[in-house]
């Protein structure tokens, strides 16, 4: 589930843009478009409860949210950090599910190196077969398409579509457009004069 | 929450970056060498504030470590998925300082005899001193970890954790320091070593909850 309604986001006291109103239903696709410093970060750090100055209100259960920074710890093999995540999660994860979710994003030959030895690329399908792994329904994605290859972007939408697909939802900011049939965008618009 | 495996993680983490427990250790021995290379031969006069001069080189210790306990997780994005997804983002704290504290005010503990003898200490002050070490240092990882909460967004937040938490580690000192005087004077060290007790156990009821609410502070700054 995924509710806005007239959110507008703060940072020092200023409005980052005009109000914004969304209700998403299982299985939507939401992209999250606007220019540079337009606040889609701060957005979706709001929905995620990393960012506390905001007006309006909104409803966001369930979720997953990646951002720019992995959030794999280097000192741990993918395997590891994927089973850490289960564990922070409750769930204990088998040792099949995690060889499927690693084979499907194409890191098993990598699955036992630190992360610290893979490329910003390797580490973002890490980060994949992590949300593949959880049992989130509502994925917050800021520039999923940050530094993949062509096959990487290609593995992202096939795994959105799938996402969506079984009925969760998916909101991303991004300026590469998602290959995903019914996929909405939402404009963040700069606030206007009257803004306070 | 599986705690085991949360635990395993930090064991494993604390394993692979022996630097993080080898370095202060390494100052922990040079700064009692120093002293005890610096310090009168002639008289027995160290052993009367050889107790202070442990701890204190402890608190600095401490210090040290504790800078880079939330730092990795922070610069890494962890520790963002931890507070915006955990449904109790404080065990994982404390897991933290748990295993931060194994490799600093444990181990300092245990070579506590060793310090004690290049300090000039007398033999019958050891098991006190070795006691107050084991019941104060929790008291200085968890309220340490306040301080490295609200420090870690600064890129350069070491001297302003010491300014946060030295004063903090006040009440540790004088306890700790006290208890290891009346064992050198063989009277009673109950009271000291009470206090620190009710100090650290103090510390573990409020250290988790507000390095907590710092770590949040810091996030939402980024």
Known sequence: MLNLSDLVC??????????????????DCIELRGPNGAGKTTLLRTLAGLHSQFDGAFACAEFLFQGHRMGLDELMTPI???????????????????????GRVAMARAAFNLCQRLSQGQQRRVCMAR???????????????????????????????????????VLAATHTPLRISNSRVLEIEPAGEDAR | MNLTGLLSRE????????????????????AVMLFAVGSPVSDNETARYGGAMLWLIVLLTNMLSLDSLFRRDFDNGVLEQVLSTAQ?????????????????????????????????????????????????????????????????G????GIL??????????????????????????????APLAWLAFISMLALSVGPLAATLGLKISLQLQ
């Not at chain 2, 600064?154 to 937040?157: D, E, I, P, Q, V």
């Not at chain 2, 004088?174 to 009277?187: D, K, P, R, Y």
């Open chain 2, 161 to 190: 954790l010491g300014l946060l938490v030295l004063p903090l580690f006040l009440p540790v000192l004088v306890f700790g320091a006290s208890a290891i005087n009346q064992a050198v004077l063989h009277m009673d060290a109950t």
């Open chain 2, 88 to 152: 109790a983002p404080f065990m994982v704290v404390l897991i933290r300082v748990l295993v931060q504290w194994l490799g600093t005010g444990l181990l300092i503990t245990l070579l506590a005899p060793l310090l004690c003898l290049l300090l000039g200490l007398p033999s019958e002050a050891i098991f006190t001193s070795m006691l107050a070490l084991l019941l104060g240092t929790p008291a200085l990882s968890l309220l340490g970890a306040v301080g490295a909460a609200m420090t870690v």
């Open chain 2, 154 to 157: 600064f890129s350069r937040g």
């Open chain 2, 11 to 30: 064991w494993r983490a604390l394993v692979r970056n022996r630097g993080a427990v080898l370095n202060p250790m390494a100052f922990l021995f040079l």
């Open chain 1, 80 to 102: 590891e950090n994927l089973r850490w995540y289960g564990d922070l999660e409750g769930v204990r994860l088998d040792d099949a599910a995690l060889r499927e979710a690693i």
């Open chain 1, 131 to 169: 949300w593949l792994l959880s049992s989130a329904s509502t994925w917050l994605l800021d520039e999923p398409y940050t530094s993949l290859d062509a096959d990487g972007q290609q593995l992202l939408n096939e795994l959105l579509q799938l996402h969506c697909d079984k009925g969760g939802i």
């Open chain 1, 10 to 27: 703060r940072r020092d006291e200023r409005q980052l843009f005009a109000p914004l109103s969304l209700h998403a239903e299982a299985g």
